[in-house]
Structures are given as C-alpha cells and as structure tokens.
C-alpha cells in the first residue's frame, strides 16, 4: 500500500495512462492497441528490449471502476485488474485507489507474473521483482 496527497480521481488518472508506465520501466515501451477511453476490453503491450532480445507483455482489462463520489461527496474506491495475455508472460495486475483517512488517497498494487517456461518451483521467485517494479512505477507516477 501507499498514500499519496493527491485525490483518488487524480491518481486513478495518472495510473490508468499506461503508456506513462514506460518511463518508470527500463527498456519498456508501451503501446495501447484498442482506441480510449480506457475500459473493459483495453489492450496495451509492453515491449521490453535490449537489443534483439525482446518479449511482449500484453495486458488487457477485464475490471474497470473508477472512483466516484456519492452524492454526499463521499469518495468510493476504484478498482481496475488487468489480465496479462502475451505469449511470454501471465498472471494479472490489480490496482486499487481509495480514500485516506488522513487526507489524500491510498493504492494497493498486487498481482502475479508467471514468465512462460519459467518451472513451477521457480514462479515464486517473480513476486519481489514484480513488488520492486510496482513500487517504482507507483512512486513515479503519484509522487508528491
């Protein structure tokens, strides 16, 4: 989890411009393949290269809730999941803002990364990678 000072609507919008991601991910681009406005059935692939080593991460959501307000100004979180599709790479990725307590909103990212011909026993190995990776994008895109 993190907080940042900014509104739950301000970051769901930083979060959910996905090419935004690249720039806290090294080596990566990111392109969307389907038009906005972003919703269910959105597909974005991440391209990470190094040279003529490369391999797609394809991403698409199946969950889209943005936060709202109730009509007594209230502030309800937001969830959006992403399936990840590609050939080289499985799991999902789930993001969730809400209000704070304090003031501002607070995210959870969580998910699983599967590397296809990765075995089994070696799958764990991805989570602290994939939180290091969360983390970084997060920082980067809600700072302040």
């Known amino acids: 989890m993190r907080t940042a000072r900014c509104s739950p609507e301000a970051a ?3 979060l959910t411009r996905w090419e935004a991601h690249a720039a806290h991910v090294p080596l990566t681009t990111i392109t969307v393949t389907t038009p906005p406005p972003t919703g269910p059935g959105t597909t974005f ?3 990470t290269a190094l040279g003529p080593l490369a391999f797609d991460d394809v991403m698409r959501v199946v969950r889209w809730e943005p936060p709202a307000r109730s009509g007594s100004g209230a502030a309800a979180s937001g969830r959006c999941r992403l ?3 590609g050939r080289a790479v499985r799991g999902w990725s789930e993001i969730e803002v809400g209000p704070h307590a304090a003031g501002g909103c607070r995210i959870v990212w969580r ?4 590397p296809r011909g990765l075995p089994a026993a070696l799958q764990p190995l991805t989570a602290r990678p994939a939180g290091l990776l969360y983390a970084r994008i997060l920082r980067g ?3 302040g």
Do not use: D, F, N, S
């Not at 998910?111 to 599967?114: A, M, S, Y």
């Open 45 to 47: 692939v991440a391209r």
């Open 12 to 14: 769901w919008q930083r």
């Open 141 to 143: 895109l809600v700072a």
């Open 111 to 114: 998910g699983e990364i599967h």
């Open 83 to 85: 399936e990840k599709r």
